[in-house]
């Protein structure tokens, strides 16, 4: 058993030094175990904090996730941070590429806001209970019924509890190179609320990470935060160009940040020929 542990502990070092593949799972996996460890300590303290679900339990989850990165070896490089400086309630959107988001969503995240995620994420183990605990609001992406009613309590919890909320518009990770069609729910609970928008734009990760090609090296990630954009005195007949200016504004500066060429188009990605 002794040559046993002796094997392995010069077996690892080897195959992170030598595989490309092995440092991809290595990274991943420890990187799931250790967000399930750091939602274990987080579920107590939050009880200790709030005494339940509480969007004031975010400020737990923030504090203890931040470190995380340095372990897998990212950076970010953050602008635009006094964007995020305004008063009251507002709708932060994104583009969403991998589970990493979590990491730069919570190196910004401004006081009293939490995120719209999919129901599944309840089911995450300990990770799953910190989100209820934090107060995330839970969407069935499959019932578009029940998605548009969620959305609409959102936007009164917005409005009474004085909160942030935090919105992936393309509905479901991307590593495509660009951004996917944005999904109008985002923009329906800004302006049901009558909230800014406020854009914030993840470079690409494809210089250090791809799910196909089993890659995950360090790197740095540019974190853009956008001046807010208003709703104030829109209507539901204003959503579909309020989309398209805030998709159009986020996919230029998408590109820029990632040294991808600018392709005009508007509202989809590219096509590719």
């Given amino acids: 058993m002794d040559a046993l542990w002796v094997f392995l502990m010069l077996l690892v070092p080897l ?3 030598t595989s490309s593949t092995f440092v991809f799972y290595f990274k991943k996996c420890f990187y799931v175990a250790y967000m399930m460890v750091l939602g274990a300590i987080a579920i ?3 009880f200790l904090k709030c005494g339940g679900r509480d969007v004031e339990n975010m400020r737990v989850v923030r ?5 995380v990165k340095y372990f897998l070896g ?3 490089d953050v602008s635009g941070l006094e964007h995020l400086q305004t008063e009251g309630p ?3 959107i994104s583009n969403h590429q991998s589970s990493l988001d979590v990491l730069g969503l919570m190196e910004v995240l401004p006081d009293r806001c939490t995120m719209i995620a999919k129901k599944e ?3 995450a183990g300990t990770v799953g209970i910190v989100s209820w605990l934090g107060g995330i609001v839970f969407i069935n992406r499959k019932k578009t019924s029940d998605a548009k009613s969620v959305m609409a309590d959102a936007a009164k919890t917005m409005l009474e ?3 942030r909320l935090w919105v992936f518009p393309e509905g479901t990770r991307n590593q495509r190179g660009d951004l996917l069609p944005f999904k109008k729910g985002a923009f329906h609970l800004a302006v049901q609320a009558q909230a800014p928008i406020i854009p914030i734009v993840f470079s690409s990760y494809s210089n250090f990470y791809i799910q196909k090609e089993k890659l995950f090296n360090s790197g740095t990630i540019k974190l853009k935060i956008l001046p807010k954009i208003e709703t104030k005195g829109m209507t539901s007949d204003d959503v579909a160009g309020l989309s398209d200016k805030s998709y159009d504004l986020m996919r230029s500066v998408f590109l820029g940040i990632s040294g991808f060429a600018p392709v005009t188009q508007s509202n989809g990605p590219p096509s590719h020929h």
């Fill in 90 to 92: 507002y709708v932060i």
């Fill in 161 to 163: 509890d004085q909160i």
């Fill in 63 to 67: 504090a203890l996730v931040r470190h």
């Fill in 44 to 46: 107590p303290l939050s």
């Fill in 121 to 123: 994420l309840m089911y």
């Fill in 15 to 17: 195959l992170l030094w």
């Fill in 74 to 76: 990212l950076r970010f």
